[in-house]
C-alpha cells in the first residue's frame, strides 16, 4: 500500500517562498509519479506540477517560474519550491500518485489530472494548508 505524507506548509505574505515536501512509502517500482494539486475554497482541484522518474517536471501555466517540483534522490521524497507567492496561491495543497500500470500509456501529468478529476486511478496525501497574505 502506498502512502504519502506532505509537509512544509503554513502562512507567509506575498513575495515570499515556502517547500512543500511529499514522503512517499510502499512503491515497489522504481520510477514513480508524483504530483502536487490543490484546492482553494469555491474553486475546481488543479494540478500544480508533476514530476516522473525524477524528471519530466510538468507545471501549471500559473505557477510557471516561480514553483519548481524536484526529487534529488532515489528515496521517495519529491520537493515544490514555492516562490514569489501571490495570495492566489492560497490552496489545500495536495500530494498524489497514480497507478504505475497508468503510465504504459498516459502522462504522468495526465495522469495526475484524472485523478484529481475525481477518478479512482490512486493515492493520495492527508493535504497540506498553505496561505498567503497580501
Known amino acids: 500500500q502506498i502512502q504519502l505524507h506532505e509537509s512544509g506548509g503554513g502562512s507567509v505574505q506575498a513575495g515570499g517562498s515556502l517547500r512543500l515536501s511529499c514522503s512517499a512509502s510502499g512503491y515497489t517500482d522504481s520510477s514513480i509519479c508524483i504530483g502536487w494539486l490543490r484546492q482553494a475554497p469555491g474553486k475546481p482541484r488543479e494540478l500544480v506540477a508533476s514530476i516522473y522518474s525524477r524528471s519530466r517536471p510538468y507545471y501549471a501555466d500559473s505557477v510557471k517560474g516561480r514553483f519548481t517540483i524536484s526529487q534529488p534522490n532515489v528515496q521517495n521524497t519529491v520537493y515544490m519550491e514555492m516562490n514569489s507567492l501571490k495570495p492566489e496561491d492560497t490552496a489545500m495543497y495536495y500530494c498524489?500518485?497514480?497507478?504505475?500500470?497508468?503510465?504504459?500509456?498516459?502522462?504522468?501529468?495526465?495522469?495526475?489530472?484524472?485523478?484529481?478529476?475525481?477518478?479512482?486511478?490512486?493515492?493520495w496525501g492527508q493535504g497540506i494548508q498553505v496561505t498567503v497574505s497580501s
Open positions: 498524489a500518485t497514480v497507478f504505475y500500470h497508468l503510465l504504459s500509456r498516459w502522462k504522468c501529468d495526465e495522469a495526475i489530472q484524472a485523478l484529481g478529476a475525481g477518478t479512482n486511478l490512486g493515492y
